[in-house]
Each structure stands twice: as structure tokens, then as C-alpha cells.
């Protein structure tokens, strides 16, 4: 009789947690559906679509499944962002804890994000952004209220959202870039896989807790160029007052692929390799910390810029070092700026003329010693400060920021 008991018992739990695990699945889905989608919509005025919501109560994990955002108006990509997977893996312990949220793992698998700017110069994330910023500034507190203080940890009470502490997670993702201002349209495609361990969603936001590590490839036609970037990360309160340090370098990489980019600056081929560290602080880049460190060689300019330039022969390796500022939303990147600098820089002027020098003497090798005597003369001429203002001149007017003549 206690067998029977016991066996009824267990079937009618079973039962019970089958039934569950249904109504979690079919009544997340359609809930997601009627209530969250819409209110995303409403708040960023945006199309998101899910295919269906899969719960394992047993195995405590939660899996939504292709998660689809469309493109706002006037773009030509019908897709922003698509999401095959995005799975959380929180325990069975976990789903009776009170209080904040422990999610041992989290897996974003297949993840496509097009970033696209139109003829028009927009950009399509901009409509998603600038909501989050007017969501922002609307929360914010009036005029002439007391400032919080700088590090005060986020109010559990003013928050939509429960505490959540990510231990482990995982994206596997492919970035596409296309710009139709640039080119037919000017395309770029990178591979990327993004761990990250402890990321939270409170605390304090200046406090660089977790550990974010990102390896990917620029896709190169059939090549692939190799980079890695290794950092910390604050507790993501906001995503655009986020902070972080990251560092990181790149293999190197035909400049060809940026070709829609690079003959804008007057340069049709080349190849480039470098370092980047970036410091982010509460959604603003430090501009002394933020740098790019770029090392060009085999560098040729276009057709254009070679008559314009005089047929200066170019530096074998040119070094550029561009400071990156401005927010997260708005980043600031100037690498036209950066080439100025560095060839009107003295090492890089003196290369220049030593290398016009080296041209002159192989020239008139086969010259009497008059001649050679002349061009000695001419060459000693050019040197010191007035042919470094006129190459900075040159160069100035070539990328659009020199002095006038």
C-alpha cells in the first residue's frame, strides 16, 4: 500500500511539474507576445519578433528562440539584429532564492548585427539609442534637486528589473557593416566570439568587476585578420554610462578591404597592423587614455594624390597614433587628423627628404662631379624648417586641413 502511495506520489509530480513546464512554455510565449513585444515597440518604436520561448524547470534553463529586430524605415537591410538562441542556465537552487538572480551561464548563439548607414548619412541604430537617451533624461532628477553622489550604488526600488549576476556568458556573433554614403555600398564583415564572467546588472558603476574577453576575424574576401581585445568591465546599470578598459591588438591586414574608407584620404593600398587600448568611463572615452596605434607600410597613394603630392615618394612605414573620444553613442575617430600629424611629423619629413635625396644621387650616379656638386647644393637647400611647412602644407590641403598658401 505505501509503494502505491509513494508511486502515485511521484507520477502525480511528475504531472505536476509537466504541466508546468507546458504552461511556462506556451504562456511565456504567447504573454511575451501580447504584453513585452508591444511594449518594446511602444518604448523604441521598433518590430522585435520571438519564435517561441523553450523552459526546462528540471534543469533550471530558459531558452528564447529567433529573436528577430527589424530595421526602422528607410534602410535598405530588413534586419537589425537576429538572434538564432539566447539561452540562460540558472539551476535548480536558484529558481527558489529570493533577492537577486544567480544565472550560472548564458549562451547568445548566431547572433547577426547589420549596422547600416543610409544615403541620407542616418544610421540605423540611431532611433534605438536616442530613445534610450529620452528614456534616460526623462528619469533624470529636476533641476536644482540634490545630485546623488558619484558612486552610490543603483536603488533596487528604482529598477525594472531584478538583480542579476551573470557568471559565465557566451556570444557568438557576426557584426556587418555597410555604409552607402561610401561606395555601392562600402561592406565590412566581422566575426566575433565574446566571453564574459561576472557581469551584473547592479552595484556600482564605477567598479570594474567583471572580465570581458572578445577574439574575432575581419573578413577579408577569403582571408580572415585576427584580433583580441582583454579587459574589465563595471556592472551594466546603463548601457550608455557603462565603463571599461580594454586592450587588445590586431594582426595584419590588406588595406585594400577598407578601400571605400581609405581613398577618401588618399590612399588605394597599403597594409596595417596595430594596438588599441580604450578607457571608458561612465559612457565617455579618455581621450589621453583612448588610443589606436596603427603601423602602415607598402603604402600607395592614389593617382590623384600622388600629382597632387609632387610624386613624393611615401615613407616605408608610416606610424599614426589616433586618440579616440567622445560617448559610447557618439564615438570620435579621426584618422585623417592622424595621418597629417604623422607626416608632418620631423621623423617622418626627414624620411621624406632623405628618400628624395637617395632618388637625386641614384639619378645622376653617371653625372660629372659638377653636377654632383649641384645636386649636393640643392638638396642641402631643402633641408630644415621651410620644406617641413611645405610638406605639412601639401599634406594639409590633400586631407582638407592645412594652412592656406
Given amino acids: 500500500m505505501t509503494r502505491k502511495i509513494i508511486a502515485l506520489a511521484v507520477i502525480l509530480c511528475i504531472i505536476i511539474v509537466a504541466g508546468i513546464q507546458i504552461f511556462l512554455s506556451y504562456g511565456l510565449t504567447d504573454s511575451l507576445r501580447k504584453l513585452v513585444l508591444p511594449a518594446i515597440k511602444e518604448r523604441y518604436q521598433t518590430d522585435v519578433t520571438v519564435s517561441r520561448i523553450s523552459v526546462n524547470l528540471i534543469g533550471g534553463s530558459l531558452n528564447v528562440h529567433n529573436i528577430n529586430v527589424a530595421n526602422p524605415p528607410g534602410f535598405e537591410e530588413p534586419a537589425m539584429l537576429f538572434i538564432e538562441r539566447c539561452g540562460l542556465k540558472v539551476g535548480l ?62 536603488n533596487p526600488k528604482d529598477r525594472a528589473l531584478p538583480n542579476i549576476i551573470i557568471k559565465k556568458m557566451e556570444i557568438m556573433s557576426r557584426l ?42 575581419i573578413l577579408e574576401n577569403d582571408k580572415k585578420c585576427a584580433f583580441d581585445l582583454n579587459g574589465r568591465i563595471s556592472p551594466i546599470t546603463d548601457p550608455l554610462l557603462v565603463s571599461f578598459d580594454l586592450s587588445g591588438s590586431m594582426q595584419t591586414i590588406d588595406l585594400k578591404t577598407f578601400r571605400g574608407l581609405i581613398e577618401n584620404i588618399g590612399i588605394q593600398d597599403g597594409k596595417a597592423s596595430g594596438t588599441i587600448t580604450l578607457v571608458c568611463r561612465k559612457g565617455q572615452f579618455d581621450s589621453e587614455k583612448s588610443i589606436i596605434r596603427l603601423k602602415l607600410t607598402d603604402t600607395v597613394p592614389t593617382k590623384e594624390k600622388a600629382q597632387q603630392m609632387g610624386n613624393i615618394p611615401m615613407p616605408a612605414t608610416i606610424n599614426l597614433i589616433v586618440p579616440v573620444s567622445g560617448s559610447l553613442s557618439n564615438p570620435q575617430i579621426n584618422v585623417a587628423d592622424a595621418i597629417l600629424r604623422s607626416m608632418t611629423s620631423e621623423d617622418t619629413v626627414n624620411s621624406i627628404l632623405q628618400s628624395i635625396i637617395d632618388s637625386k644621387k641614384t639619378q645622376r650616379a653617371v653625372a660629372e662631379k659638377e653636377g654632383q656638386k649641384a645636386a649636393e647644393s640643392e638638396t642641402s637647400a631643402t633641408g630644415g624648417k621651410e620644406p617641413a611647412k611645405k610638406i605639412k602644407n601639401l599634406f594639409g590641403d590633400i586631407l582638407g586641413t592645412g594652412e592656406s598658401k
Fill in 176 to 217: 556587418n557593416y555597410l555604409d552607402w554614403q561610401i561606395g555601392q555600398p562600402f561592406k565590412l564583415g566581422i566575426e566575433m566570439n565574446l566571453l564574459l564572467s561576472n557581469i551584473a546588472n547592479y552595484g556600482f558603476d564605477d567598479s570594474l568587476s567583471g572580465n570581458i574577453n572578445l577574439r574575432g576575424n
Fill in 93 to 154: 537552487p536558484a529558481l527558489f532564492k529570493a533577492g537577486s538572480a544567480d544565472i550560472q551561464k548564458a549562451v547568445v548563439k548566431d547572433v547577426v548585427l547589420t549596422v547600416s548607414r543610409n544615403k541620407n548619412g542616418a544610421l540605423n541604430l540611431d532611433q534605438i539609442i536616442s530613445a534610450m537617451q529620452s528614456q534616460k533624461n526623462a528619469g533624470a532628477a529636476p533641476e536644482g534637486s540634490p545630485a546623488p553622489e558619484a558612486r552610490r550604488e543603483t
